[in-house]
């Protein structure tokens, strides 16, 4: 047990012995492709990391990054970790409202957004009181960068203890009041060494990375898993099928969102010989379909590996990697990974029968401490005995299979990114006409679930669909903008008065073909 547990630390410890070898490969973007050592990432997180230390920001002070994806985002990641401060990502997707309201929840003292942003987001974050706003750009302009030139490129890494923060993720509540998910040195780490573990990373892996970096999925799970193993990464700002599919032979392990599988099946190039040297393939984040799995085995001859997890926890399960632990099982997200405890729990909070369906609940060293100045929200959200509520309904089958079967929490997952459908509703409601409005997900072939809003005019008023939806995508993030929108007269309710959401589920469940 080692005291010291910087997760930068230990990461950098994995970085191989050569250390002019290639790290991270871009490959597209401005002036693709380009090489990044691993000693380019040593020192530019080292000139990062002081330049950080030069502002004299309080202990735990976060760090919030709302820029494209690029490799200098990643090292400001590690930049962050290095100075020990917290490092707060932001969908790219977030427009003024929602950051209003995270710079405003979190209180960063610094900010780093797109320079293109710059104007309204550092008019966000001076009001807020943050005192630093730096640009970054894909193309390695901006003033962070520029500033960090003028700082030494050795940094002694903060001393960080297992229990200090290193990032809050932001998930959202059915309230629709976001909730910083506050995660430590020690949950990152414990969970990014089972990973490379259980799915059996090897000296020579090559990872093509092609997720978003504001996520767990992309920041946390693809980026350790490769720096923890001092392997090389192939590094996508944007998922390009074709690019991929052309760069499968170079890498052994991909990492994708279910959707992004789907389309690597649409691209007729796709098949067993680009996957020749590959050694896994990793989906999660959303459910993956049984025909997205079997398909995709049919074709590249390799069998998907379905893993569950989410911000709060990082990963919770996984189908197993070695056949002596199982067969990889379509439609589960396997086995808890060593270390998770996971149990199934009734509305009373007793235990559920094998197979039978309950609340996931779940302990282990991966689970957060809480989420970021809602002590409340965070009781609420553990049982007594310190489980937490994942919020997610699934089974265990007799073989110890973990099935997700449902959320409770109605959270729709479009193109693997969430959405909570009473942020969208609060907009509606507010809107020239609407009444009341509820917003579902149902069945879609490219996204998994399509965003669906159904509303109820104000007697006597006609408000346009079309108008409202337009509305919207000036407000929030295109992802969670409707796809379709419905005006009718009054919404299903149930004897309580609740919206039986399940109701309008299943009558438009055929809306995009799925
Ligand atoms: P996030 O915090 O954005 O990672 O979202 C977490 C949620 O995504 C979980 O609570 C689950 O509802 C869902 N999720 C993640 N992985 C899977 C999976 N393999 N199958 C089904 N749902 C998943």
Redesign the pocket.
């Given at each position: 047990m080692t005291s010291h547990q910087n997760l930068f630390v230990a990461l950098r410890e994995a970085f191989p012995d050569d250390l002019d070898a290639t790290a991270i490969e871009t490959a597209d973007g401005p002036g693709a492709p380009l090489f990044y050592t691993w000693r380019d990432i040593e020192r530019a997180t080292a000139m990062m990391a002081n330049l950080l230390a030069s502002l004299q920001l309080p202990s735990g002070a976060r760090v919030a990054v709302q820029t494209e994806k690029s490799v200098e985002a990643l090292l400001l990641y590690l930049a962050v970790l290095r100075a020990g401060y917290v490092y707060l990502p932001l969908n790219t997707a977030y427009q003024a409202a929602e950051i209003e309201y995270f710079i405003g929840n979190a209180e960063p003292s610094v900010v780093v957004c797109s320079g293109r942003n710059f104007g309204w987001v550092s008019k966000i974050a001076f009001k807020a009181g943050t005192q630093h706003v730096f640009t970054l750009n894909e193309d390695r302009t901006g003033t962070l960068l520029d500033r960090a030139a003028h700082h030494a490129d050795t940094h002694t890494p903060a001393t960080k203890w297992a229990d200090d923060l290193a990032a809050i993720l932001y998930?959202s509540g059915t309230t629709g009041r976001s909730k910083g998910a506050m995660l430590t040195h020690g949950n990152l780490l414990s969970n990014a060494r089972v990973l490379k573990d259980y799915w059996g990373w090897v000296p020579g892996d090559v990872l093509i990375h092609v997720l978003p970096i504001f996520?767990?999925?992309g920041l946390f799970v693809a980026s350790h898993g490769a720096l923890l193993n001092g392997s090389k990464m192939i590094w996508f700002a944007k998922f390009d099928p074709a690019a991929v599919v052309r760069r499968l032979p170079e890498a052994t392990v991909f990492m994708g969102v279910p959707t992004l599988y789907v389309r690597l099946l649409a691209e007729p190039g796709f098949g067993r010989e680009a996957c020749r040297n590959m050694r896994l393939f990793v989906?999660?984040?959303?459910?993956?379909l049984i025909e997205t799995f079997n398909e995709f085995r049919e074709r590249s001859g390799h069998t998907i590996l379905?893993?569950?997890?989410?911000?709060?926890t990082a990963m919770l399960t996984s189908n197993p990697y070695h056949p002596e632990d199982g067969e990889r099982r379509g439609g589960t997200?396997g086995f808890p990974l060593p270390g998770v405890a996971l149990r199934v729990s009734d509305e009373q909070g007793q235990p559920c029968p094998t197979g039978e369906i309950g609340g996931i609940e779940v302990k282990g060293p991966n689970v957060f401490k809480g989420y970021w100045r809602m002590p409340e929200k965070t009781k609420e959200e553990f049982t007594a005995d310190g489980w937490f509520k994942?919020?997610?309904v699934g089974k265990v089958d007799e073989r110890g299979y973990v099935t997700?079967v449902g959320?409770s929490k109605d959270?729709i997952?479009t193109g693997g990114y969430?959405v909570y459908p009473a942020e969208i509703e609060g907009y509606l409601n507010e809107m020239d006409g609407v009444a009341e409005s509820a917003v579902i997900g149902v069945p879609h072939p490219d996204f998994g679930e399509g965003v669906v809003a159904v509303v109820v005019a104000k007697p006597g008023a006609k408000p346009d669909a079309a108008a409202l939806v337009a509305e919207l995508k000036g407000k929030i993030a295109n992802f969670k903008v409707p796809k379709h929108c419905f005006v009718v007269d009054a919404l299903p309710r149930n004897t309580m008065g609740k919206v039986q959401k399940n109701l309008l589920r299943e009558q438009h469940k055929g809306l995009f073909g799925a």
């Amino acid at each position: 047990m080692t005291s010291h547990q910087n997760l930068f630390v230990a990461l950098r410890e994995a970085f191989p012995d050569d250390l002019d070898a290639t790290a991270i490969e871009t490959a597209d973007g401005p002036g693709a492709p380009l090489f990044y050592t691993w000693r380019d990432i040593e020192r530019a997180t080292a000139m990062m990391a002081n330049l950080l230390a030069s502002l004299q920001l309080p202990s735990g002070a976060r760090v919030a990054v709302q820029t494209e994806k690029s490799v200098e985002a990643l090292l400001l990641y590690l930049a962050v970790l290095r100075a020990g401060y917290v490092y707060l990502p932001l969908n790219t997707a977030y427009q003024a409202a929602e950051i209003e309201y995270f710079i405003g929840n979190a209180e960063p003292s610094v900010v780093v957004c797109s320079g293109r942003n710059f104007g309204w987001v550092s008019k966000i974050a001076f009001k807020a009181g943050t005192q630093h706003v730096f640009t970054l750009n894909e193309d390695r302009t901006g003033t962070l960068l520029d500033r960090a030139a003028h700082h030494a490129d050795t940094h002694t890494p903060a001393t960080k203890w297992a229990d200090d923060l290193a990032a809050i993720l932001y998930t959202s509540g059915t309230t629709g009041r976001s909730k910083g998910a506050m995660l430590t040195h020690g949950n990152l780490l414990s969970n990014a060494r089972v990973l490379k573990d259980y799915w059996g990373w090897v000296p020579g892996d090559v990872l093509i990375h092609v997720l978003p970096i504001f996520h767990v999925h992309g920041l946390f799970v693809a980026s350790h898993g490769a720096l923890l193993n001092g392997s090389k990464m192939i590094w996508f700002a944007k998922f390009d099928p074709a690019a991929v599919v052309r760069r499968l032979p170079e890498a052994t392990v991909f990492m994708g969102v279910p959707t992004l599988y789907v389309r690597l099946l649409a691209e007729p190039g796709f098949g067993r010989e680009a996957c020749r040297n590959m050694r896994l393939f990793v989906a999660g984040s959303a459910p993956l379909l049984i025909e997205t799995f079997n398909e995709f085995r049919e074709r590249s001859g390799h069998t998907i590996l379905e893993r569950y997890g989410m911000s709060e926890t990082a990963m919770l399960t996984s189908n197993p990697y070695h056949p002596e632990d199982g067969e990889r099982r379509g439609g589960t997200v396997g086995f808890p990974l060593p270390g998770v405890a996971l149990r199934v729990s009734d509305e009373q909070g007793q235990p559920c029968p094998t197979g039978e369906i309950g609340g996931i609940e779940v302990k282990g060293p991966n689970v957060f401490k809480g989420y970021w100045r809602m002590p409340e929200k965070t009781k609420e959200e553990f049982t007594a005995d310190g489980w937490f509520k994942t919020g997610d309904v699934g089974k265990v089958d007799e073989r110890g299979y973990v099935t997700i079967v449902g959320r409770s929490k109605d959270l729709i997952i479009t193109g693997g990114y969430n959405v909570y459908p009473a942020e969208i509703e609060g907009y509606l409601n507010e809107m020239d006409g609407v009444a009341e409005s509820a917003v579902i997900g149902v069945p879609h072939p490219d996204f998994g679930e399509g965003v669906v809003a159904v509303v109820v005019a104000k007697p006597g008023a006609k408000p346009d669909a079309a108008a409202l939806v337009a509305e919207l995508k000036g407000k929030i993030a295109n992802f969670k903008v409707p796809k379709h929108c419905f005006v009718v007269d009054a919404l299903p309710r149930n004897t309580m008065g609740k919206v039986q959401k399940n109701l309008l589920r299943e009558q438009h469940k055929g809306l995009f073909g799925a």
